[in-house]
């Protein structure tokens, strides 16, 4: 398998395009490309950075500290016509809940109904 870099492979591209169909483009201004990397392909070679990990937990117990994420829309319905996906995580337990939603608006009333469920549980 060969691996090039980006500005080899879009200029590769680009120069097979320029070399192959300059004659059979007419009416169209010529113009000068100056930089060969698209922002497509700038975007797609960016790399997440990793978070160093913690030497000692945080938390000292259940319920102190709550990880939450909002994911959508989801291009599949869930029954009811919910596109979103509101996960809620303890960090000291790690424990997930998992709510389907219809609207981002309805974030705030899961939440709250959450958190009114895990204080039950919790007593």
């Keep these: ?27 169209l201004p010529i113009l000068e490309i100056k930089d060969r990397v698209c922002g497509e392909c700038q975007v797609g070679k960016h790399t997440k950075g990793c978070h160093q990990k913690l030497q000692q937990m945080v938390t000292t117990r259940v319920l102190e500290l709550m990880l939450l994420d909002l994911m959508g829309p989801m291009q599949v319905e869930r029954n009811g016509g919910k596109k979103y996906v509101y996960v809620c995580v303890d960090d000291f337990s790690r424990y997930t809940w998992v709510e389907f939603i219809r609207e981002k608006s309805d974030t705030f009333e899961v939440f709250k109904k959450v958190i009114i469920q895990l204080q039950k549980e919790k007593e």
């Design 1 to 27: 398998m060969l691996i090039c870099g980006i500005k080899s492979w879009d200029t590769q591209i680009i120069g097979t395009f320029n070399n192959s169909y300059k004659e059979d483009v007419r009416g």
